[in-house]
């Protein structure tokens, strides 16, 4: 929704709390020139690169039951041999 309201053009530089990184994917998504994320807690900023990790090395079913149902059986696993 907010990249609907705020017209995100191609030259835009945005500036946003990171908070768990869906917006910032969003501004991306949507076609911002460049994104800076911020968080007071460090662990939001951790779990944004997660996500980015997670959607370059996995498959669908496996990002879904990590960022959708959130819990993976094998996630120990998908984290030390996909992940890092």
Wanted: overall charge positive; hydrophobic content about 45%.
């Amino acid at each position: 929704m907010d990249a609907r309201l705020l017209r995100i053009q191609p030259h835009d530089v945005i500036f946003a709390i990171t908070s768990a990184g869906d917006n910032i994917l969003s501004y991306v998504l949507a076609g911002a020139r460049k994104v800076h994320a911020i968080d007071m807690n460090p662990n939001q900023n951790h779990l944004l690169e997660l996500k980015i990790a997670a959607y370059h090395a996995l498959e669908y079913s496996d990002f879904w039951k990590l960022f959708g149902e959130g819990k993976h059986e094998n996630f120990r696993n998908l984290l030390i041999n996909k992940l890092r």
